[in-house]
């Protein structure tokens, strides 16, 4: 429970850094850095349900499938997507609002001054990296 409170905490930062940049840029721009948050969000929490996690937290995995002990980097099959029966929602959750807060931080300082599209492009190397 004290996971899920912290992280509910930690993803309320992405409305105040939503509303610093609606602030932060000029009036004409304020829905489009808006939405630019919003989809940082939904962005992120796909990217690191299906492969965030996986790379954060997964066991690495031998030849035959069988987990290497003490080794934990980049996840094996079982842990993209979620689907070792495993997960530790809580853990997850409390971690991909970090995640997409880092992303949201990064928007705010590139408002004004990128595309939407080589935004959305950002997104995509930053979760899937």
Known sequence: MWLIVCGALVFFMQCGF?????????????????LKNLLDACGGAIGFWSVG????YGDRLDADGTPIDGVTFIGGRKDYFLMDEGVNYALWFFQFAFAAT????????????CKVSFFFFFLFLFYFH
Request: hydrophobic share 60%; glycine share 6%; with cysteine.
């Open 18 to 34: 939503a509303m610093l940049c609606a602030g932060s840029v000029r009036s004409k721009n304020v829905s489009n850095i808006m």
């Open 102 to 113: 880092a992303a949201t931080i990064v928007a705010g300082a590139i408002a004004e001054r």
């Open 53 to 56: 996690y996986a790379f954060a």
